[in-house]
């Protein structure tokens, strides 16, 4: 009985331990925020501009955006907190979406643009020849679990 006891004990603080380094380990190797003055010159020159909100329908305590976005041709920049969280990628939607269901639906239409390594704000260059005005919607999604984090309107 007592080796029973040991054996689920280890394996249970061993998946614990496990589960908190999926959690941690984004925020530890995330990079830093851009500077506040190089996201000021994206929003100086925003065709479009946007809101990540907390109550969005897929939104959840592990799951969120917050704060403006702010598109041009050549970039999207956002000022604000992300839910940290690993494998994040910015998707530009011809719709709006608000929940993983909605974005499943819509994820081969939709562009991704790149990578979200930070969750204080983030400046992503928008690759050569997308024209963001046929675009409507700047969405987080985490990639490797399939889980939505926020979705932000711009047009």
């Known amino acids: 009985m007592r080796r029973l006891f040991l054996i689920f004990s280890h394996l249970g603080v061993f998946v614990a331990g496990f589960a908190l380094g ?13 500077l506040p003055t ?4 994206v929003e100086r020159s925003a065709s479009f ?4 909100r907390t109550d969005l329908k897929g939104s959840d305590l592990l799951h969120w955006g917050e704060g403006e976005v702010f598109v ?4 999207i920049a956002h000022r604000g907190r ?5 494998d ?9 979406v608000d929940d993983e269901a909605s974005f499943l639906a819509i994820k081969e ?14 400046i992503a260059p928008v690759p050569e020849g997308v024209d963001v005005g046929a675009y409507t919607t700047v969405v987080i999604w985490c990639e490797r679990f399939g889980e939505f ?3 932000a309107k711009y047009r």
């Open 109 to 122: 239409k939709s562009l991704r643009i790149s990578d979200v390594k930070g969750f204080s704000g983030f």
């Open 22 to 34: 999926i959690y941690l380990l984004p925020i530890l190797i995330a990079e830093k925020a851009p």
């Open 149 to 151: 984090i926020s979705a």
């Open 72 to 75: 041009t041709p050549k970039q």
């Open 82 to 86: 992300l839910a940290p969280g690993p």
């Open 88 to 96: 994040y990628k910015l998707y530009l939607a011809p719709a709006f």
């Open 38 to 41: 190089a996201v000021l010159d």
């Open 49 to 52: 501009r946007g809101e990540f």
